[in-house]
């Protein structure tokens, strides 16, 4: 699968972004799919997670309340929209997506695709 992500960039504290990820191939109403990050000098991490239908998802503590992921099927897309930004969110978001039955793993390497990475800047 070919995945490329969007929607990155500059914002200020307190502010919203949206990011997408569209997926090539023919299986993306099977994937499980996830955002993830990675700050400098950090381990990336799992910010949210949605099952393959869509009616599960998954957020890392950090975004409870902030982020929403969701999915768009017919037009293999998957959204990350973030309010409320601080600059504690400021990494490189990857999409990934994952083979496997829901939950989604926590461990980046048990997912099987991976997008390039967009970079999101929050200033204070």
């Known amino acids: 699968e070919h995945m490329v992500e969007s929607g990155g960039g500059f914002v200020q504290a307190g502010g919203s972004l949206k990011l997408s990820c569209t997926v090539s191939?023919?299986?993306?109403?099977?994937?499980?799919m996830g955002w993830f990050r990675q700050a400098p000098g950090k381990e990336r991490e799992i910010v949210a997670g949605i099952s393959s239908s869509g009616f599960r998802t998954y957020y890392a503590d950090s975004v409870k309340g902030r982020f929403t992921i969701s999915r768009d099927n017919a037009k293999n897309t998957v959204y990350l929209q973030m309010n409320s930004l601080k600059p504690e969110d400021t990494a490189v978001y990857y999409c990934?997506?994952?083979?496997?039955?829901?939950?989604?793993?926590?461990?980046?390497?048990?997912?099987?695709?991976w997008g390039q990475g967009t970079q999101v800047t929050v200033s204070s």
């Open positions: 990934a997506a994952d083979r496997s039955s829901w939950p989604p793993s926590a461990d980046p390497s048990g997912f099987d695709y």
């Open positions: 191939g023919r299986t993306f109403g099977n994937l499980v």
